[in-house]
Structure formats: structure tokens, C-alpha cells
């Protein structure tokens, strides 16, 4: 980890990646630039896969190159540490949902917290199956106070708690979730939305189910709703 001053610092952002010098410097064709942003890419989904399944002390900028087929000196380059990667991975990661959420919400504007609540629910259940790397990922760094679940927590996860419990309470009033403090329910419910995906090939060889058909993920779904809503959100299951 870095020494000094805090590398993770809630507000900070990844440096912006730039072409390299010299790790990348080839003839000039019209197919030269072209790999570049390709290699990168490579890189990163490399990255989510190597922190996901062996934590971020497990994970090598050695390794994740290889993996990726990039040259170890090119992958330092765009990455000047192993903290910049995963960095890079988490905000891929989280940002792809919290746009796609915000954009849900967006398009429901006038609609009642119930109704925004289960749709969350479905949003946030269709992005875990789609990307099972990111809650391998955040159970991994919430085993321990680290500087970098402080930074996920004021990046990331603090925004998601925020909009989550806020649509809990309003429904709460309304009188359509089950009584509790939102913020376990939250929690709660994101144990049921993720765990089969997380979990995949130990849920795969113990119940013969894979939890990535469409019908599973709806089931998921179903059952994240059915667990906070004292009555059933199956009438809006059809609505994404």
C-alpha cells in the first residue's frame, strides 16, 4: 500500500490514461493507433478477473499482462501501480451500474416509490448477473477496513446505500415493505440478489441450476421483492 499520503482518497480519480512513449511506439500505419485502446480494454478485463477470484493481494500487474497478452512494460504504463488497475476495474465496475441505475430512476419520474423500489431491485439484479466479478470483488474488500474500502465506500457504495434506503423508507411509509431498519433490509436483499451469481460454480454443482438463464435471474429477482415487499412485486416483474 502506499505510504504518505493516501492514494485512496475518496475524491480521487484514476489518472486518465495517455498514449505511451515509448512501451507502445511503433511505425506509423493506419492500423497503429487502433490496438492501443484495445490493449487497455484487454488489461482491465484481465484485472476484473484475477482481483475477483484472487483478491488484490493475490493479483499481479505481472500476471494480469500475461493474461491479457500485453507486454508487462506496456501494462505499467497505462497502470502505474497495482492500486491504479484496480481502481480503474472498481470504477468500470461500479460507475457501469450507478449510470445504469440513474438512468433507470430518470425514466421514472412521477412514479411511486414502490414501483421505483422493485424496479431497482430488477435493475440491480440483472447487473449482478452480468457482472458476478463485482460483488466477489466488494465481498472480498468488506472482510477488513482497508484505504481502499474507504475509497469504494465514498465513491461507490455510500451512493447506492443512499438511493436504496431512501426508496425503503418511502415505501416503507407507504406501507408496501416489511418493517426494519432500511439499512438491513438493504443488505439483506443484496445477499439474496447476488449470492447465486457470486457464488456461481459452487450453486451450479450443488443445485444443478446455472443462475445465469433468464428465467433464473427473473426468479432472483422475484425473490429480492417477495422478501422486501409484503406483498409480492411480481405485478411489475414484466415492466423492465
Not at 98 to 115: K, P, S
Not at 185 to 211: Q, R
Request: glycine share 6%; net charge positive; hydrophobic share 40%.
Amino acid at each position: 500500500m502506499p505510504t504518505g499520503k493516501s492514494f485512496f482518497s475518496p475524491t480521487l480519480k484514476p489518472p486518465k490514461p495517455t498514449k505511451p512513449a515509448e512501451a507502445e511506439r511503433a511505425p506509423r500505419t493506419p492500423r497503429a493507433s487502433a490496438p492501443k485502446v484495445d490493449t487497455r480494454a484487454r488489461i482491465i478485463a484481465a484485472a476484473r478477473e484475477a482481483f475477483s477470484t484472487m483478491g488484490f493481494e493475490g493479483a499481479s500487474l505481472r500476471s494480469v499482462a500475461k493474461e491479457a497478452g500485453a507486454p508487462h512494460q506496456l501494462a505499467t504504463y497505462y497502470f502505474k501501480t497495482k492500486e491504479e488497475l484496480w481502481m480503474a476495474v472498481m470504477d468500470e465496475l461500479a460507475i457501469g451500474f450507478l449510470d445504469r441505475l440513474g438512468n433507470r430512476i430518470r425514466g421514472l419520474e412521477g412514479v411511486d416509490a414502490a414501483t421505483k423500489l422493485r424496479l431497482v431491485v430488477r435493475e440491480f439484479v440483472n447487473y449482478s448477473a452480468e457482472n458476478p466479478q463485482l460483488h466477489r470483488l466488494m465481498t472480498m474488500e468488506g472482510r477488513k477496513e482497508s484505504e481502499r474500502l474507504v475509497w469504494l465506500i465514498g465513491r461507490h457504495v455510500s451512493r447506492f446505500f443512499a438511493i436504496s434506503t431512501k426508496l425503503i423508507r418511502e415505501a416503507q411509509t407507504l406501507g408496501v415493505v416489511r418493517p426494519g431498519d432500511p439499512g438491513q433490509l438493504h443488505y439483506c436483499a443484496i445477499g439474496v440478489a447476488t449470492a447465486a451469481f457470486s457464488l456461481a460454480p459452487e450453486y451450479k454443482l450443488v443445485t444443478g441450476n446455472d443462475p445465469f438463464t433468464r428465467s433464473h435471474v427473473e426468479q432472483i429477482a422475484d425473490l429480492v421483492c417477495d422478501f422486501l415487499f409484503i406483498r409480492s412485486g411480481k405485478a411489475v416483474s414484466e415492466a423492465t
